[in-house]
């Protein structure tokens, strides 16, 4: 079984700071491509960022110039530096991965979601 745990939301005020993680645990035999997604309310859900197993990054509008994304030397976990926080990037963060089974079956494997709130 595949988990993915996030941690690191929660409130802080404009021009702040916060870095989000979220590691992979279970049974599988590589971990691609990781990434951020998140939903507003009433909104889609956007990519905000990804990082490929070689460390190729790819960021969302919202996250240009501002968020970075890296992976742990073990790539099995990935985090988010988001800096010079709005009150628009408040939303439910969701972590994602591509993991290949040990039968080479790839999936997407979501987190369950972190919520980061930005006050003015």
């Known amino acids: 079984q595949v988990q993915l745990v996030e941690s690191g939301g929660g409130s802080v005020q404009t021009g702040g700071s916060l870095t989000l993680s979220c590691a992979v645990s279970?049974?599988?035999?590589?971990?691609?491509?990781m990434g951020w997604y998140r939903q507003a309310p009433g909104e889609r859900r956007e990519l905000v960022a990804e990082?490929?197993?070689?460390?190729?990054?790819n960021y969302g509008d919202p996250a240009k110039d501002r968020f970075t994304i890296n992976r742990n030397n073990a790539a099995t976990t990935v985090y988010l530096r988001m800096r010079i926080l709005k009150p628009e990037d408040t939303a439910v963060y969701y972590c994602k991965a591509e993991i290949r089974s040990r039968t080479l079956i790839e999936d997407d494997y979501w987190g369950k979601g972190t919520l980061v709130t930005v006050s003015s």
């Open positions: 279970g049974n599988f035999f590589t971990i691609d491509t």
């Open positions: 990082i490929t197993a070689s460390g190729t990054t």
